[in-house]
Nanobody, 117 residues
Framework: QAHLVESGGDLVQAGGSLGLTCKAP???????????MGWYRQAPGKQRELVAS???????NYVESVKGRFTMSRDSSSKTVYLQMHSLKPEDTGVYSC????????WGQGTQVTVFS
């Protein structure tokens, strides 16, 4: 069983919305609760970047390019993190993955988001 399982990616027109989900089935609940979780994006030909993160206390931080458009949330009972994305732009295109920011786990396969204009 994978450490992290992402889903929800799709092909979407610019201006549209998507919701991504990431489950951490192998993480112990107490570990998940204390983890800083993050959503990462790897655009074509670029390095993976952290676009959103959330502390155990649900304090969220976003990279400037997605502020006001992306919202991250988490549910400890299901060991799941979410990323709601609105007003999508072509530059949001990439493979989105989640991971623990304070000590990465083996990466999941990610989920592809493609935004076309």
């Amino acid at each position: 069983q994978a450490h992290l399982v992402e889903s929800g990616g799709d092909l979407v027109q610019a201006g549209g919305s998507l919701g991504l989900t990431c489950k951490a089935p192998r993480m112990i609940t107490s570990t998940f609760k204390s983890a800083i979780m993050g959503w990462y994006r790897q655009a074509p030909g670029k390095q993976r970047e952290l676009v959103a993160s959330m502390t155990a206390g649900r304090e969220a931080n976003y990279v400037e390019s997605v502020k006001g458009r992306f919202t991250m949330s988490r549910d400890s009972s299901s060991k799941t993190v979410y990323l709601q994305m609105h007003s999508l732009k072509p530059e949001d295109t990439g493979v989105y993955s989640c991971n623990r920011v304070n000590g990465a786990l083996p990466w999941g396969q990610g989920t592809q988001v493609t935004v076309f204009s």
